[in-house]
């Protein structure tokens, strides 16, 4: 029965599967090497007809199995229940409360989330910004598809491949070499090819120790980075604080924060200048708007972490939207892939988050 006014859609069902999906740069990182995307596809059925749709990326094909596995054993709690993403939520995590609703178990229900957002946009008729309360604008993106840790000559080719031609105006560059001579060559290689004033974030990858952060910290002070991301370990709110308080140049954290608690807990710490929480960490859509409220309490710069589709939707109602990370792992697999206009994601009107499949695609790259 399709849901009217008074018989509010219901989900029917709850499918997902994994896909490895080629890299068309390879991104080498202080944390290892990345050459294929290992994404889950979420789909959820409703009453009204129609089908959200999200994504999870999962740090290592190891973890595809089990997480389409989790996801399809969530089918049965879900399955007739109405398209209310808190109770949804609540739900899920107060099934889950003696595992702990960490690790893959959140991402599940983050995925969830997601798609069950989606859905209500697609039966409102409304790209999620305006039913989120926003509207579609344009959200400055900087391109994180490479310079990994590749050498000055390899990341300054790279870098002026990632401009694309005025496609973009912001890149991201990857640091955590064996010596800071290094960290420092890589950066002077891209900061002379790119135009004057270009944005250029590092990141490090949770790589160094404080005292070590601190230590290269004070020399890239001098070379003018938008900020340095995830000096540290995550979890080391404490040891993040002390990096923040030693350097002038910013300090970026917030892709490993396990909700909004998480994050609340590093604010107070005082672990960062700015803020990044990722979609399918901070506990999707729901998790992303209390995650927001949280940085516009405390003043804080938010920027997004992967998931550049459903992330430009909510960064147009963050109310201290910073910078969106673009990624295009997913590209391949989606009907309409994500556009960048000048240094801009452009967030369109049609209903839902941006998240369909190019089918053909998926087929392509199924893993089994």
Not at 232 to 237: F, G, I, L, P, T
Not at 248 to 261: A, D, H, M, W, Y
Not at 269 to 282: F, G, K, S, T, V
Not at 300 to 315: D, G, N, V, Y
Request: proline share 7%; net charge negative; with cysteine.
């Amino acid at each position: 029965m399709a849901a009217t006014q008074n018989t509010p859609a219901h989900i029917t069902e709850l499918r997902a599967r994994a896909v490895l999906v080629p890299m068309n740069r390879p991104l080498q990182t202080a944390g290892g090497t990345f050459t294929q995307a290992p994404l889950v596809l979420i789909d959820i059925a409703t009453s009204a007809g129609v089908t959200g749709h999200s994504y999870l990326f999962s740090p290592s094909a190891l973890a595809l199995k089990s997480l389409v596995a989790l996801l399809t054993d969530f089918n049965s709690p879900v399955a007739k229940l109405p398209l209310v993403p808190h109770d949804i939520e609540m739900l899920l995590n107060r099934r889950m409360t003696l595992l702990g609703a960490q690790g893959l178990v959140g991402l599940a229900i983050s995925g969830i989330d997601m798609a069950v957002w989606d859905a209500l946009a697609l039966i409102a008729g409304l790209p999620l910004a305006r039913l989120l309360g926003g509207a579609p604008r344009p959200i400055p993106a900087y391109n994180s598809c490479g310079l990994s840790l590749l050498g000055p000559e390899n990341v300054a080719r790279e870098a002026l491949e990632l401009l694309d031609n005025g496609r973009f105006n912001a890149v991201k560059l990857r640091l955590g070499y064996a010596t800071l001579e290094e960290d420092v060559a890589a950066v002077h290689a891209v900061k002379e090819v790119v135009p004057a004033g270009t944005p250029v974030m590092t990141d490090y990858n949770q790589s160094l120790t404080p005292a070590e952060a601190i230590r290269r910290g004070h020399v890239l002070d001098e070379l003018d980075l938008f900020w340095i991301e995830e000096p540290v370990r995550a979890e080391d709110h404490a040891g993040n604080a002390m990096v923040a308080a030693a350097l002038k140049t910013p300090v970026q954290i917030g892709e490993n924060f396990l909700g909004s608690r998480d994050m609340a807990r590093a604010l107070a710490a005082r672990a960062c200048d700015y803020a990044m929480p990722d979609a399918e960490r901070i506990g999707g859509v729901s998790g992303w708007m209390r995650a927001a409220a949280l940085a516009d309490a405390a003043a804080m710069p938010m920027s997004t972490h992967l998931f550049p589709e459903i992330s430009s939707h909510l960064m147009c109602v963050t109310p201290t939207a910073h910078w969106l990370e673009y990624v295009d792992w997913a590209s391949p697999i989606l009907a309409t892939p994500l556009e960048i206009r000048a240094g801009h994601a452009v967030v369109r009107e049609e209903p839902g988050s941006g998240v369909a499949w190019n089918e053909d695609a998926v087929k392509q790259y199924l893993y089994q």
